[in-house]
């Protein structure tokens, strides 16, 4: 989840069961410290706690179904009065283990020195290694006034009947609130390995495969029409060679006569052509880092049981790809100025900073936001010198390196040349930007299923794990956004509109604008419990930072692959 963890009071000792013991107690609650915890209990704040690795689980049964949490609520609301949840039953689920050298071996991350790795062979007891971690909150009266001498893990004067369907504890002002554990240790089957199965059970799989199949129906529709062009290309120079009446091959060059005629303006220069260059620099080393990343997800190396490794692996992807991001946008730039390569420099240099910048920018403002309201969300100002350093020690040099490289390579040779004045676009019948903004739909399509369980594993705290359905939606994404762009691409040039370099971009690009809207939507109507501007500002600032991400990726995958096309088309042309 992100946020820094704190350790908790609860002492539990292996394999030893314990009941009724004292944790601590409050003074009265004053006035401010009541309305807090009312106001917690109405936003619904979840305590999460984790022992070994593990967050603590909690079972409730609604209408015959068992349904699992994650944490527990700190208290809950019945006929307006606040009720708060202050004895916890603990339950662990542990497994002896037989070998006492797997130990070594099976220790994760911050699990690995909770296991006795020295077994003595002579000493009878057995090891035990922890397979769950079950939690059930309960509201009990406590007597404050009994335990006004106790100490911290001293047993409770009175015993304490736990039962999580009804509620005693109300909250009330000047009024003590005493808290309460106990632990229980069972023996379980679950080995090792199996233990994320309870948090990772397989739900809606039925849905990941409609979505998979939806965006093949959209695939398969667009390759038709990209089949389709491809043959009427290709069948232009038969009927050259068959030398056709000569009836057919005057309808053959009316019908194709579109893009023959702006042959000498097809490959002129964008406007802003550094500024593209940069973006498609910036689009390929985020491509590639998603596909690097939800590849190496998809074959568990990245499991949800190793905190922190997906965010640590994106950002070293990242890094790393600093030098396709030079690479490519210098070897465009060079091939935009036909193969000048004054200003590779400046072209690297921004292709290094203008995607960080765009994320720094965005990051930093919220970080403000969350330092005003001393949130634990708050990045800690050592880490924000740690990120700056990355940027300017390894990003940055590595994109320079990739620019040198594309500065050396040959440019891409353009097969037509273009000529001193351009052509003038014929009046179209409605404007070319309506079908560019409407072209973001179809990858959209592909998407809109998959994004729901992304929307809720990171707003709702819900683990997300089905990266091999993340990493075919991806591979659909990009051949989608391929597609597309090609078309709209063939589709400008065949009314002789040449200025296909920025419109092929937002072509795929687009489909930015539709998540965009998409996660405005969700905030509407599933994060309903958000409170304040200050959340909702939170959200709709990494909701833009994910999707200028998301617009330089996709943007990219239409104008190589229209670059790629329309390159194809031409050198197959044999002028007369």
């Known amino acids: 989840m992100g946020d820094r963890i704190e350790n908790s009071p609860y002492r539990f000792k292996m394999y030893t069961n314990e009941s009724e013991i004292f944790l601590c107690h409050t003074g009265p609650l004053s006035g401010d410290q009541f309305n807090l915890l009312k106001k917690r209990i109405d936003e619904m704040y979840q305590v999460n706690l984790i022992l070994d690795n593990l967050p603590a689980i909690r079972y409730t049964k609604k209408e015959g179904f068992v349904l699992r949490w994650t944490g527990y609520p700190v208290g809950i609301k019945v006929k307006d009065v606040y009720y708060v949840f202050n004895h916890l039953k603990f339950k662990v689920l542990v497994h002896k283990y037989e070998e006492p050298n797997v130990a070594r071996v099976m ?46 893990y001293e047993k409770y004067p009175a015993p304490i009947k736990c039962d999580p369907t009804t509620v005693a504890m109300p909250v009330n002002e000047k009024q003590p609130i005493v808290f309460t554990y106990e632990v229980e240790f069972e023996e379980s089957d679950i080995k090792w390995p199996s233990r ?151 072209v690297s240099w921004k292709v290094a900073c203008f995607f960080p910048g765009i994320a720094f920018l965005i990051l930093t403002t919220l970080n403000f936001l969350l ?20 940027w300017f020690c390894i990003s940055v040099p590595l994109t320079l390196i990739g620019g040198y490289l594309g500065a050396k390579a040959p440019h891409i040779e353009y097969p037509v040349r273009t000529n001193q004045i351009p052509r003038e676009i014929p009046a179209q019948k409605y404007p070319s930007w309506l079908l560019v903004l409407g072209a973001g739909t179809l990858p959209f399509g592909t998407l809109f299923i998959e994004l729901f369980f992304i929307m809720s594993s990171i707003w709702m705290g819900r683990v997300y794990y089905v990266f091999g359905f993340l990493f075919i939606v991806l591979i659909l994404l990009v051949v989608v956004c391929a597609e597309v762009s090609l078309v709209l691409t063939y589709m400008h040039l065949c009314v002789e509109d040449w200025k296909w370099w ?67 088309l031409f050198s197959s042309v044999k002028l007369d």
């Not at 057995?126 to 007597?143: A, K, L």
Request: with cysteine; aromatic share 14%; hydrophobic share 50%.
């Open 502 to 568: 920025w419109k092929s971009f937002f072509a795929s690009g687009s489909v930015a604008i539709y998540i965009f809207l998409y996660s405005i939507n969700y905030l509407v109507f599933d994060l309903k419990s958000l409170s304040g501007p200050v959340s909702a500002t939170l959200y709709l600032g990494y909701s833009l930072f994910m999707v200028v991400a998301i617009m330089l990726a996709t943007g990219t995958v239409g104008f190589l692959s229209s670059f790629w096309f329309v390159h194809y």
């Open 107 to 152: 220790g994760t991350g911050d699990g690995a020195e909770v296991i006795p790795t020295v077994a003595k062979s002579d000493s009878d007891v057995p090891g035990y290694i922890i397979v769950g971690f079950e939690v059930i909150p309960c509201s009990f009266m406590h007597n404050a006034d009994s335990v006004k001498k106790s100490k911290m």
């Open 371 to 390: 330092w005003g309201s001393h949130s634990t969300g708050a990045i800690p100002f050592s880490l924000f010198v740690i990120l700056l350093l990355l």
């Open 196 to 346: 994320w199965d309870a948090y990772l059970k397989m739900e809606g799989s039925k849905v990941h495969w409609f979505s998979i199949l939806n965006s093949l129906m959209v695939i398969t529709f667009l390759a038709g029409i990209v089949l389709v062009i491809f043959l009427r290309t290709v069948r232009r120079d038969l009927t050259r060679y068959e030398e056709l009446d000569k009836e057919a091959q005057a309808q053959m060059n009316e019908e194709l006569s579109g893009w023959k005629l702006v042959v000498g303006d097809v490959f002129r220069a964008p406007s802003n052509a550094s500024l593209l260059c940069i973006m498609v620099g910036d689009g390929v080393q985020i491509l590639g880092m998603a596909v690097v990343t939800i590849l190496f997800a998809a074959l568990g190396f990245m499991s949800p049981a190793s905190r922190g490794t997906l965010i640590t692996g994106m950002l070293f992807f990242y890094m790393i790809l600093g030098i396709a991001a030079g690479y490519v946008a210098v070897r465009l730039w060079r091939t935009i100025g036909c193969g000048d390569h004054k200003g590779w420099v400046s």
